[in-house]
C-alpha cells in the first residue's frame, strides 16, 4: 500500500522507466533471477513488471516457460499486462531468442 513520505518514496529521482519507457520518477531496482539492476517507476513497481528484454531473456535461458518456476510465471504475467504486450508475442520473442542460441551452438560446434 502507498503511503506518502514512506519506503516506496526513497531514493525516487528523475529519470527513465526502463520497462514502461516513462519519463518521472524512478528508483533503482534489482531484477527477480537476474544479477542487474534496473532504473523503474513506481506503478512498474508495484504492478512487479520488469523490462520486456530481462523478460524475454531471461526465460529463453530457462530453455522457455515450460521449464520456469510458477513465481517466473508471474513475474511474466505481471509484465505482459503492465506493459500490454500479447502472450503470443511474448512466446513468440522468447522461441526466436532459442532459435538465436541454437544457431550460436551450431556455429560454434562447425567451428571448433
Ligand atoms: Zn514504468
Known sequence: MWREGRG???????????TCGHETDVVTRALPGIPM??????P???AGAIPMWALVANTAALGGMRNSAPWWGEVVDATLE????????????VSRELEAEQDYS???EEGS
Not at 516506496?8 to 526502463?18: A, F, L, N, S
Not at 539492476?37 to 513506481?42: E, G, L, Q, V
Open 44 to 46: 512498474c513497481l508495484e
Open 106 to 108: 551450431a556455429n560454434h
Open 8 to 18: 516506496p518514496t526513497v531514493g525516487y529521482r528523475p529519470g527513465k522507466c526502463e
Open 37 to 42: 539492476s534496473t532504473a523503474t517507476c513506481h
Open 82 to 93: 503492465r506493459l500490454g504486450v500479447l502472450h503470443e508475442d511474448f512466446h513468440a520473442m
